[in-house]
Structure formats: structure tokens, C-alpha cells
């Protein structure tokens, strides 16, 4: 059965909103997970490293303010796109590994569309 | 900073042919390799992972090798079925994991 639960699976807003993205680690405790974006046939990109109680790591050219990451427990992590534009529209996932040296396990993704 | 390359980038063959993937990556320092699968507008499945300090892992009618010092590995799929048709990506790294963009796999009935 699934280890890391995200949702929603997907989602509609209206340019200038913020929507927010739960990923969750549902039997484990994930220290550390990883946010990706994937844009249509292409491959994922490491956004950002989300780490329980202390600031996330961000990609280069991955802006800070505009993806808010809070890892706020050791089974939580969420993803806020702040006054969300088209551009901003594409399929966002998360991951997490139960330590050390196991399989990443991702969620099912969330669709954003921005209209 | 690692890059990973994925060869070929689409891929049909009918079905029962055996068929291999390439991934090929240019910083030898890993920890693990994993394969995924990933059907349209779908999240990832894992399907192999290889620790650096191993050489292959098989499940079913996978089985994916790596080579540390070359910096590759292979993904062998023996008699392919129409259900093994998706996306299938390899991702090299320790904690943070960083992807090949995918071969295409489709098989024909």
C-alpha cells in the first residue's frame, strides 16, 4: 500500500490565489522530504528539500517566496504556491524515505492549474 | 553538479521481446540508484533499487545492474507485455534523488 499520501490529487485556481499541498509520510517518520515539479514530458526537478522543524533548501533558480515549504511534524509537509500564476501550472510532487538507505517513495501527485 | 541521461528517450517493441533501458550519470559519488515507472498523469512506482555498494537487483521479469565506476546502469525487461507500457525513469543520489528524463516504453499487442 501507498507510504507517502499527498492531496490534493488535483486542483483548479484562479490566477492570483495560493493553494496549498499536503504531503504526508502515513506509517514512518520522514526527518527529511523532497518536493519535485514535473512539467508535461519532461522529468522531474528537485524543487526543494523540506526538513521537520527547520528551513527548507531551495533548487537554484527556485523561488523561496513564491513556493512556501513547512514541515511543520515528522509525518507532514506542505507546499503553498503563493498568488499562483499560469506558469505555475504543472504536476507537483513529493517524496520521502524511511532512513537510511531505502527506497524514496513518492506521493500520487498533485495537477495545479492555474487558470 | 550530477546529470542524468536516459537513452533511448521512446522506445516500441512487440510484445515478447526482451528489452534494455540505459541510464548513464556523470558523478560516480552515490549512495543508491532507483528505477520508476510512471504512467500518464500518474505519480512515480518504484520498481529496483540498487544500493552503490551492489551490482544488480531483480524483481519478476526486471532486472537492473549498476556500474559505479562507468556511471551507468541498465534496466533489462524480459518478455515485454502491452502492460509494461509507461515511462520509466532512473534517479541517482543519496537523499535528494535526481532524474533522467525517462524513456517511453510502449508495447505492442
Known amino acids: 500500500g501507498a507510504v507517502v499520501s499527498q492531496h490534493p490529487s488535483w486542483v483548479i485556481c484562479k490566477s492570483g490565489t495560493s493553494v496549498k499541498i499536503e504531503c504526508r509520510s502515513l506509517?514512518?517518520?520522514?526527518?527529511?522530504m523532497f518536493w519535485y515539479r514535473q512539467f508535461p514530458k519532461q522529468s522531474l526537478m528537485l524543487m526543494a528539500t523540506?526538513?521537520?522543524?527547520?528551513?527548507?533548501?531551495?533548487e537554484q533558480g527556485v523561488e523561496k517566496d513564491k513556493f512556501l515549504i513547512n514541515h511543520a511534524s515528522l509525518t507532514l509537509s506542505t507546499l503553498t504556491v503563493t498568488s499562483a500564476h499560469p506558469e505555475d501550472s504543472s504536476f507537483y510532487i513529493c517524496?520521502?524515505?524511511?532512513?537510511?538507505?531505502?527506497?524514496?517513495?513518492f506521493g500520487n501527485g498533485t495537477r495545479l492549474t492555474v487558470t | 553538479k550530477q546529470e542524468v541521461t536516459q537513452i533511448p528517450a521512446a522506445l516500441s517493441v512487440p510484445e515478447g521481446e526482451n528489452l534494455v533501458l540505459n541510464c548513464s550519470f556523470t558523478?560516480?559519488?552515490?549512495?543508491?540508484l532507483q528505477w520508476f515507472r510512471q504512467d500518464p498523469g500518474k505519480g512515480l512506482t518504484s520498481l529496483l533499487l540498487?544500493?552503490?555498494?551492489?551490482r544488480e537487483q531483480t524483481s519478476g521479469r526486471l532486472n537492473a545492474s549498476l556500474d559505479k565506476s562507468s556511471g551507468r546502469s541498465t534496466l533489462y525487461i524480459a518478455a515485454s507485455q502491452p502492460g509494461d507500457s509507461a515511462t520509466y525513469l532512473c534517479?541517482?543520489?543519496?537523499?535528494?534523488?535526481?532524474f533522467g528524463a525517462g524513456t517511453r516504453l510502449t508495447v505492442k499487442p
Open positions: 558523478d560516480s559519488a552515490i549512495y543508491n
Open positions: 540498487i544500493q552503490s555498494s551492489q
Open positions: 506509517d514512518f517518520q520522514a526527518t527529511t
Open positions: 523540506s526538513n521537520e522543524g527547520s528551513k527548507a533548501t531551495y
Open positions: 517524496s520521502a524515505k524511511r532512513p537510511p538507505n531505502s527506497p524514496l517513495h
Open positions: 534517479a541517482v543520489g543519496g537523499n535528494d534523488m535526481r
